[in-house]
């Protein structure tokens, strides 16, 4: 499976951004989807989980309130809709999936830079 994500851009504390990310190479709906991020000298935390079928999701406590996440199983994409970001939420932010009895996050994009202004 590869993943491309997109829709990182600088922007101002309190806007909103939507990330995308496109996969391809393998049945999108057998997969669970997450969003990760790693900030400079940070470790890779998580974001957001997706289920396979959309019905199950959940957030790290940072971002619960004003993240959503979401996917198109007919587009293959998985979505960020990111509100009110702050200066804490800048970071490289990744896709990745996993088969839902994986334990771990086999694929992975490349990243796409998200910059918060204060």
């Known amino acids: 499976v590869q993943l491309v994500e997109s829709g990182g851009q600088l922007v101002q504390a309190g806007d909103s951004l939507r990330l995308s990310c496109a996969a391809s190479?393998?049945?999108?709906?057998?997969?669970?989807m997450a969003w990760f991020r790693q900030a400079p000298g940070k470790e890779r935390e998580i974001v957001a989980v997706?289920?396979?079928?959309?019905?199950?999701?959940s957030y790290a406590d940072s971002v619960k309130g004003r993240f959503t996440i979401s996917r198109e199983n007919a587009k293959s994409t998985v979505y960020l809709q990111m509100n009110s970001l702050k200066p804490e939420d800048t970071a490289v932010y990744y896709c990745?999936?996993?088969?839902?009895?994986?334990?771990?996050?086999?694929?992975w994009g490349q990243g796409t830079q998200v910059t918060v202004s204060s």
């Open positions: 990745a999936a996993k088969t839902a009895l994986s334990s771990k996050w086999d694929y």
């Open positions: 997706i289920s396979w079928s959309g019905g199950s999701t």
């Open positions: 190479g393998g049945t999108f709906s057998n997969y669970d």
